[in-house]
């Protein structure tokens, strides 16, 4: 018989008790949240260590995996790690134990790791069990006094073992190294710091606590104090000074961080490029895969080449196409399309007293790092006191016992109870009598009482300056900064260049035109593109001649087509008087009948296209309504960066925009749909960036019908439908030659019907 899913009370439901679903998952998902917040993803400020973190380290000072002892197993320490104190998967162990011997992921290594930890190619490391590992200087540095109750420990999972809550933190772990995590509703993303610059910043904040943030950092190392992030892989930081303050004054920003790179000499003209250091956390494989792939796809036309020569250090060659090949464009194009250029997001979201998650400025978090030293340092101080309490009240009855050696044997060869004599005889205390009890004979030598004259004139004077410490904030400030310059002295790049040395530099990205950079991205080749009249766009290979053999879908034709090259940008004007930006090269080819523009840009639905050209910078247009409303705009400013496009000209329904020219020459012709034409000079119309625009023509009824610029002294022209050309010079012109604004006078003999000014 099976085993009954009933409650245990009876089988009438009574014992069933109703949850509303809604309050449950609340309180079980904000559980679920406070837990991931504070026991998993985010750093405590104090010490810069998740729980994993910590639980590892304070494991292998259990083992005694001192610097310079004996390395163990990592697959002991993950099972110490997963048995007594983290009860979790052993493999998430022994990622965190790994990436703390890893030089490329952690500035300053806790874990000196022996064997295959892994590889900047983004290898995995070495099963647990081939690996061994012992703890680095810095991470004795975090656990410096932890024996001496400088913080709280707490009973672990099962209660079998104790653990610290927080490390006493002697190495300012959390900037020097940095930390990322992802919790409920909340990240943290802190990117490794100097640990000589980050001690001179707390060491300033010491002497000025009202300090502000600008006074910790410095734009050059000179100063010695913070200058920005310091990643264990180097790289150049291109962001200005301005923005790196402002991040670290709010918690909040980030880092444009590029690869190092010099130009190296192959003789005879030719050179290629190597880069040296790659940004942080960019997997050099994956780099160089990256690279690969767009040489293929045609997508970095400067380049040749690309090969990974990397032994120890990194080097990555990159052969240009050509010896006329400028670096820096070449470099600028990489850095646009691969992860030579990175970024790095500053988020110093933080556990705050290691229960508060909480976003510190640097201010915070080393004021944050320099109270919790003080606090480790009362605490280790007390410690301290009470043991020489302890000790001198022990030397305390040494001394009456050597003072009174003859009776103290005496009473302990002939008393039934000598303990309760001894304290009667000399009031000792029971621990002074229990000390004289266990005094071995040999330490009743006349040099034995001369030493305990020493240790306890010694420990009376050390007691006198523990209290005067504890008496005093100064004093305990004072002392902090002895102890912070001690951790700084010990990073000081004139100790161990190879790790303290600041590796990442700071520059100003070099200016490039974008019109220049976008070339070297794009391979240059000629094109037609194609304007169909409901919107589609497509880019045929090379330069047609003839456009009659166009295809269209059905109900669709021509709107029109021009030639270009892959490296162009093309300019889309439409009727709700936006321009839009698209390069020629993401264009779809001339298989099909292309695509239609709401696919490529963000495009109103009432909109159509007026025209499409080629983009010129140092062109001007002139842009018109069809109720006549129209200004010059120089070309450069109708550029658009995003997919939603440029509003220039400002129309309302029902008028739009309805016709663009280049302008050239000095005067304006405008021909309503009324036949009427207006010349007038081109300096009445103003030049704008954005607007409705002046008047050109009134009209009692329709609209615009075509527009022109040309030069008074040539003479207005217009070709009718047999391709004849007329010429009207500025005599002839007279009558229609007025103000803007002006309604004009009906078109002379010959003008076209179709009121164009083109056949």
């Not at 910078?617 to 658009?640: C, D, I, M, N, T």
Request: proline residues 5%; negative net charge; hydrophobic residues 40%.
């Amino acid at each position: 018989m099976g085993k009954s899913t009933n409650p245990p009370d009876s089988g009438d439901g009574e014992g069933i008790e109703p949850v509303d679903l809604r309050k449950a998952l609340e309180e079980r998902y904000l559980a679920y949240a406070l837990s991931t917040i504070m026991h998993r993803a985010l750093p405590d400020v104090r010490d810069g260590l998740k729980p994993v973190h910590r639980r590892i380290m304070h494991a292998m000072r259990l083992l005694r995996l001192e610097p310079g002892q004996r390395f163990s197993k990592s697959a002991a320490i993950v099972g110490d790690v997963m048995g007594k104190f983290h009860p979790h998967g052993d493999q998430s162990i022994y990622d965190a134990l790994a990436r703390l011997a890893q030089d490329f992921s952690v500035r300053y290594p806790l874990v000196d790791g022996q064997g295959n930890f892994g590889n900047i190619d983004g290898d995995s490391p070495a099963a647990m069990r081939y690996t061994e590992a012992r703890m680095t200087v810095a991470a004795t540095d975090l656990l410096e006094g932890i024996t001496e109750d400088a913080v709280d420990f707490r009973p672990t999972y099962n209660e079998e073992n104790e653990e610290p809550t927080v490390l006493p933190g002697a190495f300012p772990n959390l900037l020097a190294n940095g930390s990322t995590g992802i919790a409920v509703g909340m990240a943290t993303s802190i990117p490794p710091h100097n640990a000589f610059e980050v001690c001179n910043a707390a060491l300033k904040l010491i002497d000025n606590p009202d300090a502000a943030v600008s006074e910790l950092m410095s734009h050059s190392a000179d100063d010695g104090l913070v200058q920005g992030p310091d990643f264990p892989t180097g790289g150049i930081v291109v962001d200005n000074r301005a923005a790196i303050l402002d991040a670290y004054e709010t918690g909040r920003g980030g880092f444009r961080l590029r690869a190092r790179w010099e130009t190296e000499d192959q003789g005879r003209g030719t050179w290629v490029i190597v880069v040296t250091e790659i940004p942080y956390l960019v997997q050099k494989s994956k780099l160089i895969e990256k690279i690969a792939d767009l040489l293929v796809n045609k997508r970095l036309p400067l380049l040749e080449d690309v090969r990974d020569e990397s032994d120890e250090n990194i080097r990555l060659v990159l052969a240009p196409k050509s010896r006329t090949v400028e670096p820096a464009l070449l470099m600028e194009s990489l850095f646009k399309l691969t992860e030579l250029e990175t970024r790095f997001r500053l988020d110093m979201n933080v556990l705050s007293r290691g229960k508060v998650p909480n976003v510190l400025s640097l201010k915070g978090v080393l004021q944050e790092w320099l109270d919790h030293r003080k606090e480790v340092l009362v605490r280790r101080s007390r410690h301290r006191l009470a043991e020489i309490e302890r000790r001198l009240e022990i030397l305390g009855g040494f001394l009456i016992a050597f003072l009174n050696i003859d009776e103290v044997i005496r009473i302990i060869r002939f008393e039934d109870e000598p303990k309760k004599v001894m304290i009667a005889r000399w009031s000792l205390t029971d621990v002074q009598a229990e000390a004289i009890l266990n005094l071995r004979l040999r330490a009743l030598h006349k040099l034995e009482e001369i030493e305990i004259r020493k240790e306890f004139d010694a420990l009376t004077a050390e007691k006198d300056e523990i209290e005067k410490l504890l008496a005093s904030d100064r004093k305990q400030w004072q002392a902090v900064r002895w102890q912070v310059e001690q951790t700084r002295d010990r990073y000081s790049p004139d100790k161990n260049q190879d790790l303290n040395q600041r590796r990442t530099t700071f520059a100003d990205a070099p200016e490039h035109d974008d019109n220049d950079i976008h070339h070297a991205m794009v391979e240059k080749e000629p094109v037609t593109i194609v304007v169909s009249e409901k919107g589609w766009l497509r880019a045929m290979r090379g330069h047609l001649a003839d456009f009659s053999a166009l295809t269209f879908k059905e109900g669709d034709k021509l709107k029109l087509a021009f030639h270009a090259q892959t490296t162009d940008r093309l300019i889309v004007f439409t009727t709700g008087g936006k321009f839009y930006t698209i390069g020629a090269d993401r264009l779809p080819g001339g298989r099909g009948h292309g695509e239609p523009i709401r696919i490529i840009v963000d495009m109103e639905n009432d909109a159509d296209i007026v025209t499409a050209f080629v983009h010129d910078p140092a062109r001007k247009l002139l842009v018109a309504s069809h109720e006549g409303y129209g200004f010059v705009v120089a070309e450069q400013e109708v550029v658009a960066n995003t997919r939603k496009g440029k509003q220039v000209m400002n129309v309302k329904s029902p008028d739009e925009a309805a016709r663009l020219i280049f302008v050239s020459g000095d005067h304006v012709a405008i021909v309503g749909e009324n036949r009427k034409l207006l010349v007038f000079p081109l300096e009445q119309l103003p030049e704008m960036a954005r607007g409705k625009g002046v008047r050109l023509q009134r009209y009692k009824d329709g609209g615009i019908a075509d527009i022109k610029t040309f030069a008074m002294a040539d003479g207005l022209t217009w070709v009718d439908s047999a391709d004849r050309t007329f010429t009207k010079t500025r005599d002839e012109l007279a009558e229609w030659l007025g103000e803007r604004a002006a309604a004009g006078r009906m078109a002379p003999k010959g003008f076209p019907r179709t009121g164009r000014f083109g056949s």
